[in-house]
């Protein structure tokens, strides 16, 4: 089963606007991360939010995480045309146990 | 220093037939995960490795799949009889092992297979 939600499913923006992303999950976890994929091949893991975390920023990528509401965002700001990607969020409950991704938000950068 | 590699990067096999497909973790990274990606969808949980051993063997689909990790090192995910069904992109991670869930997951780039 999927851990996470992303929405959009898709989200086209022009270049230098924001882009946030929200992620909704539904069991307890132990931390949030956000992974990319370029042309549908290997991730790329951008950030980790700990459970105990409110917010992380980390370069151009800002993510909160409200344990409340079982709800993180993912927000890139001045967004590049390279940044055109899909993003998933993955949640962990604990230990290696794996990460349950979500299917994604396909992002479009229009230069 | 070297990252996860995957073999082969495509495999395009008839139904019914057999299809191993290979990853290599990231040298002394002691955790493994299989995950499978079918288009446009998210990632698959398939199975893990901690050493040798399967904790979680709960996402692979059905008794065709088995996969196997030897020395703590190389896995081998086998589909046994594939359909078409299996066609999707199999891609491997590792991590450290540490413990503690903060584990970052390294990915591979992924065997794209096609069943015709």
């Known amino acids: 089963s999927q851990q996470g939600e992303e929405d959009p499913q898709a989200l086209s923006i022009q270049e230098g606007e924001n882009a946030t992303m929200n992620c909704s999950y539904k069991t307890s976890i132990n931390n949030l991360q956000w992974y990319r994929q370029n042309s549908g091949r290997g991730l790329v893991h951008l950030i980790l939010?700990?459970?105990?975390?409110r917010e992380k920023h980390s370069g151009r990528l800002r993510v909160t995480l409200d344990t409340s509401k079982k709800s993180s965002s993912l927000l890139i700001t001045a967004s590049r045309a390279a940044d055109t990607a899909s993003y998933f969020c993955?949640?962990?409950?604990?230990?290696?146990?794996?990460?349950?991704f979500g299917k994604g938000t396909r992002l479009s950068v229009i230069a | 220093g070297a990252g996860v590699s995957q073999s082969p990067s495509n495999k395009v096999t008839e139904k019914g037939k057999d299809v191993e497909l290979r990853c290599d973790p990231i040298s002394g990274h002691t955790a493994l995960y299989w995950y499978r990606q079918s288009l446009g969808q998210g990632l698959e949980f398939l199975i893990y490795?901690?050493?040798?051993?399967?904790?979680?063997k709960s996402g692979l689909p059905s008794d065709r799949f088995s996969a196997e990790r030897t020395g703590g090192s190389v896995s081998t995910l086998t589909i046994q009889r594939t359909q078409q069904e299996d066609s999707a992109v199999y891609l491997c991670?590792?991590?450290?092992?540490?413990?503690?869930?903060?584990?970052?997951?390294?990915f591979g780039p992924g065997t794209r297979l096609t069943v015709l």
């Open positions: 939010i700990r459970s105990n975390e």
């Open positions: 991670a590792s991590s450290p092992g540490r413990g503690g869930g903060a584990d970052t997951q390294y």
């Open positions: 490795f901690q050493g040798n051993s399967a904790p979680d």
């Open positions: 993955a949640g962990r409950s604990s230990g290696n146990t794996p990460l349950v």
